[in-house]
């Protein structure tokens, strides 16, 4: 949506019709109904969590990778029902699909026996339930309370409609917004990352599987990302949700009524991890949730006033330290992130790390056109390949649909190809900007933000590394100074860019003269924002010939190990492609906004 609406500004900035930003003041809801809310406690207990009492009793940092979806949900839940003051979340989007009702339905028994839980969510994307069921959640319970971030509208639900006008009269608003992940447990143990709270997250969607990843943590930096997340609950920006005028005339009218889905017993997607959540250690039963005890962790974040800021210095950027920290890389820069577009920024920051040791390398593991779900952002991607290889001489590695290590990333998925009837959730093919696949199962897509420098610090939050992160939108992430850690999540990026789980990009094999003559040309082109028309692509996706090993792009004997999968491979090229060349011919202006 917010794609499209991109897509209209550009037709305005071409035609000079373009249109000021928030032309049409914020919308100022009125307070909130007078509702009567479950003021009725339990008495339930929390159950026992040794990550939460260690959490409380020790003053060193303490980690746990949650790089499986499956894991990732178990986690949350547990924590959850450990909880004894308070849950705090603050996310991009929140779908009540099979996994956004169960988790709400443990946040809602978590404030019955006496947690204070907030639930801060940007109002841009649908929760995909209506009017009537969103009022009764938000007032389900004293004790659970929801704020919307930046509302569009006076409406907690926007329509196609709402977009539109937002698109032709307040730009600015429509276009940045919260896409931090964060969520805390009685403020020293938090998740940070990049997951949302939908079932392609989580492992649970018939359709499509994220590649996502996050970070459990204790010790001294919760109390930073407490700080932080008080800053943006209390900022005038978010609005309690009550207040908004669909769900308040639910409320008013007598019509707020709980999804069907509330009353029924724990759905069988969920049963595994319905009983392992009690469990005092998670590893007893899951070894990869083992705890990492980390020498230093450090947070990064925006402020809320980031959507607000109409430009600012680089060096004023609560991310310029770790920008410094890239600046000093020696060897090897590991980059992980579903979006490969660079700004001014990052491609600047490429040629002076080249620059200064022309011998770095910088590996990238990313999304393809098949497993990307934005084919428009892919658009934009393509574009920049010539600059990214022949400029940048970055190495980077597209991701299969479906990857021959499929079952190691989630192990539960047989049970997506046997029951895809018993998931909720959208088409995404129909629903979204996703390219269609002949495909059994989920394609499975790279949503994990994360960086490795050196494999001695890494990086792992919700910040892209595309222009939209770095100015449009507010971030956040963990900067984890530990060498092993460090090694640990490079080899499991690692396996991502492995041949028999990517495709690797490189300059393709002209005959002589054509190699010239395109270079030139091509070079030209791909620098115009519009009418980047040349045909001819002097990059392909390349796969290894069988029984040779993997090499550099760079290196001189490529081409003999390695053959060409063609220019968008696994796709069937007759509307996909033209739709991708229209993009890179005419999309290049919308690169700001992606």
């Given at each position: ?438 495909l059994e199962g989920p394609r499975f897509c790279v949503h994990a933000k994360s960086l490795v420098v050196d494999r001695r610090v890494a990086f792992i939050g919700s910040h892209n590394f595309d222009p939209r992160s770095f100015n449009l939108n507010t971030e956040c992430g963990l900067l984890i100074e530990d060498e092993a850690f460090s090694v640990h999540l490079a080899s499991l990026i690692e396996r991502s860019m492995h041949p028999r789980n990517s495709w690797v990009l490189a300059k393709r094999r002209l005959p002589l003269g054509v190699k010239e003559v395109n270079t030139l040309i091509s070079g030209i082109s791909s620098k115009l924002p519009v009418f980047d028309v040349w045909p001819l692509e002097n990059v392909a996706a390349y796969k290894l010939r069988e029984g040779c090993r993997p090499l550099s792009p ?41």
């Open positions: 949506m917010l794609l499209c609406s991109a897509g209209v500004l550009t037709l305005l900035v071409i035609s000079g019709c373009f249109l000021p930003p928030d032309i049409v003041q914020s919308y100022e809801p009125g307070p909130g109904p007078s509702v009567l809310r479950d003021e009725s406690l339990s008495g339930n207990k929390p159950i026992e969590s040794g990550f939460l009492s260690r959490a409380a009793a020790s003053p060193t940092h303490e980690a746990i990778l949650l790089e499986r979806g499956d894991d990732a949900l178990l986690a949350r839940i547990h924590l959850i029902r450990a909880a004894r003051k308070s849950i705090d979340i603050q996310t991009f989007i929140y779908v009540f699909d099979d996994t956004g009702l169960w988790v709400f339905k443990e946040l809602l028994e978590a404030a019955r026996r006496g947690v204070k839980v907030r639930l801060l969510i940007d109002q841009f994307v649908s929760p995909k339930i209506d009017a009537a069921e969103y009022a009764a959640i938000v007032t389900a319970h004293s004790n659970f309370e929801v704020r919307l971030f930046r509302p569009l509208a006076n409406k907690a639900i926007n329509s196609p409609w709402i977009v539109t006008q937002n698109t032709f009269s307040r730009f600015t608003t429509l276009n940045r917004r919260m896409h931090n992940k964060v969520f805390l447990v009685d403020g020293t143990a938090a998740i940070v990352g990049g997951r949302n709270y939908q079932n392609a997250y989580y492992d649970r969607d018939p359709e499509l599987c994220f590649r996502d990843r996050d970070i459990l943590v204790s010790g001294p930096v919760t109390g930073e990302i407490q700080s932080y997340f008080k800053d943006f609950w209390d900022d005038p920006e978010s609005i309690e949700a009550s207040r908004m005028d669909d769900l308040k005339s639910a409320i008013l009218s007598g019509n707020a009524s709980m999804p069907d889905y509330l009353a029924n017993p724990v759905s069988q997607i969920f049963e595994e991890l319905d009983k392992l959540a009690d469990l005092t250690e998670l590893s007893s039963a899951r070894p990869v949730l083992k705890s990492w005890f980390i020498r230093n962790i450090r947070f990064f974040s925006d402020g809320p006033g980031q959507v607000k800021r109409t430009s600012h210095h680089w060096s004023q950027s609560p991310f310029a330290p770790l920008m410094e920290l890239l600046h000093e890389t020696q060897s090897e820069l590991l980059i992980e992130t579903p979006y490969p577009i660079l700004g001014k920024r990052s491609a600047r920051l490429a040629k002076d790390i080249k620059k200064k040791n022309p011998n770095v390398r910088i590996r990238v593991s990313t999304n393809s056109l098949g497993s990307a779900d934005h084919a428009a952002v892919s658009g934009i991607a393509f574009k920049q390949r010539r600059m990214q290889i022949q400029e940048l001489k970055l190495e980077i590695h597209i991701a299969r649909p479906v990857p021959a290590d499929i079952y190691e990333m989630v192990p539960r998925y047989n049970l997506l190809l046997e029951q895809p009837e018993t998931y909720s959730g959208p088409n995404w093919e129909k629903d979204s900007d996703v390219i269609h696949l002949d760079y290196h001189p004997d490529f081409h003999e190990n390695h053959v060409s999968a063609g220019i968008f491979p696994g796709i069937d090229l007759e509307l996909t492609g033209v739709k991708v060349q229209l993009i890179k011919a005419f999309g290049g202006i919308t690169t700001p906004l992606m």
